[in-house]
């Protein structure tokens, strides 16, 4: 699965998208950032929130170092209550995760998938290595549900055995993170999901729509022939 297109909610589309050029180092115009393959579209928020949004960027595996020194020149890095920083997740995984504010509360993280082919790349790393938003989090008020729904619709399945607060939705190269509303965001766990007024569009999935009124996100997919 891919995310092709994110259209995101921002307090002031011009602060935001310099921020994504000046510090994450990737091409902005009009509002719109590419970020490998996807398209992250800024809008004024308007009445829908801001703060609580997490989103993902695929980093190659071979290049997660890199990108490690490469953030912590640019930003503090998010903590769990331990005040560990770097995380390593196995089984069907297989990835490590650095996390990180952005403007208007962005809960972003970068990670490294084993699975995916390396960069073969070295040197110091920017901004343009990254591949994709991998990782867009979709809060819900019925977890199972919306899982199941996902599958009947895209025919997404969960990457890893899902519980009833957390499912994630996808495979490597993309993942709807569907989290219970009243669940806090790792690794600080202070931070309620919110995903008001975002827009994702998907592709390498059957075509249809999912829409949650009560959160206000939708996910759609073109059909396909």
């Given at each position: 699965m891919r995310i092709n297109t994110l259209q995101l909610p921002v307090s002031n589309?011009?602060?935001?998208?310099?921020?994504f050029g000046e510090v994450m180092q990737l091409p902005v115009h009009n509002g719109a950032v590419q970020i490998?393959?996807?398209?992250?579209?800024?809008?004024?928020a308007g009445d829908d929130p801001v703060g609580g949004v997490h989103l993902a960027f695929n980093v190659p595996a071979d290049r997660f170092e890199a990108a490690t020194r490469w953030l912590l020149a640019r930003s503090?890095?998010?903590?769990?209550?331990a005040g560990e920083a770097h995380f390593t997740f196995g089984d069907r995984w297989e990835s490590e995760s650095i996390?990180?504010?952005?403007?208007?509360?962005?809960i972003l993280e970068l990670i490294g998938r084993r699975r995916l082919p390396a960069s073969g790349r070295s040197g110091e790393f920017h901004g343009s290595e990254l591949t994709c938003v991998s990782e867009v989090g979709l809060p819900t008020a019925a977890v199972a549900a919306?899982?199941?729904?996902?599958?009947?619709?895209?025919?997404?399945?969960?990457?890893s055995p899902p519980t009833p607060h957390f499912a994630a939705l996808g495979d490597d190269e993309g993942l709807l993170i569907v989290v219970d509303a009243t669940r806090h965001w790792f690794p600080e766990q202070k931070v309620l999901p919110n995903a008001r007024g975002i827009v994702v569009t998907l592709g390498e999935v059957d075509g249809g729509q999912l829409h949650d009124a009560e959160q206000g996100w939708t996910v759609t997919a073109p059909a396909v022939g």
């Open positions: 589309v011009a602060t935001v998208a310099a921020w490998g393959w996807t398209t992250l579209q800024l809008r004024e503090p890095l998010q903590r769990n209550a996390y990180y504010d952005g403007p208007d509360a962005l919306l899982t199941a729904q996902a599958d009947a619709t895209f025919g997404l399945q969960p990457l």
